[in-house]
């Protein structure tokens, strides 16, 4: 972990502005690179005009609070119309569906609340009071997390050698208690689709939600299958698919944190909304975990969607998906390297080759060294690369320096075996 010195102190007096800024702007400079494309994760950048307009637009809203929209009616209708234009994406309103939804502060909150609804859903309509979820092992950590959260179980099944989850696995672990299965489209650890379709039936039979978490996938997969790309079903035109969650901050390029968690129906979202009104203060109602709500990501990301466009999206997803194929034709073609199943968005895992030596976290050890960052995962052994369209200039820049990483790390292995997607010092 890192070292940050000493605690801090509070100052006895203020410091002068120039003082404080020059200190932050002196801060950054030992952060990843991200302008140059070094980070294929955790920063999504479209250009200088987004970041421009998003940062006017977080400016403008830079004091407001998106709890109450009687107070700030704008941030009531910009909520609604990131919401809106999202839900038309994922064909939420074809067929005269009614999909309905809200923002959070992103993917992580936006899967706390779809498990949360589905346990309020179960307890309310089938009386379960010892609710279960059943996901993949590759479904991301947080619906654990919930899990801690809302006292759901968490059934873990396995995935399958194209590490899509196991459905028959999942079928056999679903019971009485179940209150939510779960899909992702893609899973982030090596990109693929999950059967959405035979999910949802599961879901369906058995009257109990089913989410999609397309938190990586949402801005991307609506303008591949524009593009012309094939792709199997995963959206709302699934039936049994009750919410679907997408984070506007990743391929939708705003700044941090903006997410979308939308529902089937009204009544579906309903299922996560509190509300309490026996209160000496009023009447109280949240769509989130938080209360007050920043406003600056809201209007940065009704403002970058706005910007951007259809048309915009659909370059963009042109850019990051003809990258991604660049990147995994290259890495195939290192000697020792592969690429662990066939990615069908912008995430690629990179392991050892079937009876390789090359340890791939000590490549990462030398990428580090020519400002790189890759997220380390296992099992098994990999570097996670999110590709977009920030990153899509840098990809042939990258493959050549994994290739002379792993020239220059031969058969070495490094003792450091932790994997870092959010790391954390329990002991700080």
Known sequence: MIDF?????????????DDVLGELEGMRSGDVDWRAGRSFGLVFHAGDEVEAVARAASVMYLEENGLNPLAFPSLGRMQQDVVDMASGMFHGRDDGRQAAGFMTSGGTESLLLAVEAARNRGRDERGVTEPEMVVARSAHAAFHKAGGYFGVKVNVVPVRDDWRVDVDAMASAVNDRTVLVVGSAPQYPQGVIDPIPEIASLAAERGINCHVDACMGGFVLPFMEDLGYDLPPWDFRVEGVTSISADVHKLGYAPKGASVLIHRDVTLRNHHVFMFDDWLGGFYASSGLAGSKPAGPMAAAWAVM???????????????????????????????????????????????????????????????????????????????????????????????????????????????????????????
Request: glycine residues 8%.
């Open 5 to 17: 010195g000493p605690p801090a102190e509070l100052p006895a007096s203020g410091r002068p502005a």
């Open 306 to 428: 706005n910007l951007i466009g259809r048309d915009g999206y659909r370059r963009l997803t042109a850019t990051t998906i003809e990258a991604t194929r660049r990147m995994i034709d290259g890495v195939r073609s290192t000697p020792g390297l592969t690429v662990l199943g066939e990615p069908q968005a912008q995430c690629v895992a990179i392991s050892a080759a079937e009876g390789a030596t090359v340890d791939v976290f000590a490549v990462m050890d030398e990428l580090a060294t020519k400002g790189w960052h890759l997220d380390r995962q296992k099992p098994p052994d990999s570097l996670h690369a999110t590709v977009s369209a920030g990153t899509a200039p840098a990809v042939d820049d990258f493959v050549a320096d994994l290739r002379a990483a792993v020239e220059k790390v031969g058969d070495r292995r490094t003792e450091d075996r932790s994997t870092d997607y959010a790391p954390i010092d329990p002991s700080s």
